[in-house]
């Protein structure tokens, strides 16, 4: 079983950066591919951005490309976002998951964690 917990959201204004965490445990995190979706009040849960097992791939859905950036270190089992020029429709409650294969399709990931909120203030 894996347990990812996100960490990192908080207020911001307009502009402004956070970076968003996610610790993973029970397995090795280089066992999985992960991604980073949002889900803002009365949407969906949408992807934002994707990473593969080592790294070497990464997706970003268009409106975020150029400004938020994923990563992730498997020596400390964590995984990273990396947000710039916040806009106020950023704001959503963020999620980290993992999944076999890097992919955007949220049905494919086997692991979630509880989210963590982002607002950002016009």
């Known amino acids: 079983q894996v347990q990812l917990v996100e960490s990192g959201g908080g207020l911001v204004q307009t502009g402004g950066s956070l970076r968003l965490s996610c610790a993973v445990s029970?397995?090795?995190?280089?066992?999985?591919?992960m991604g980073w979706f949002r889900q803002a009040p009365g949407k969906e849960r949408e992807v934002v951005a994707a990473i593969s097992r080592a790294g070497s791939l990464t997706y970003y859905t268009d409106s975020v490309k150029g400004r938020f950036t994923i990563s992730r270190d498997n020596a400390k089992n964590s995984m990273y976002l990396q947000m710039n020029s916040l806009k106020p429709e950023d704001t959503a409650v963020y999620y980290c998951?993992?999944?076999?294969?890097?992919?955007?399709?949220?049905?494919?990931?086997?692991?979630w964690g509880q989210g963590t909120q982002v607002t950002v203030s016009s």
């Open positions: 998951a993992a999944s076999k294969e890097i992919t955007i399709n949220r049905g494919e990931y086997d692991y």
């Open positions: 029970g397995r090795t995190s280089s066992n999985y591919a």
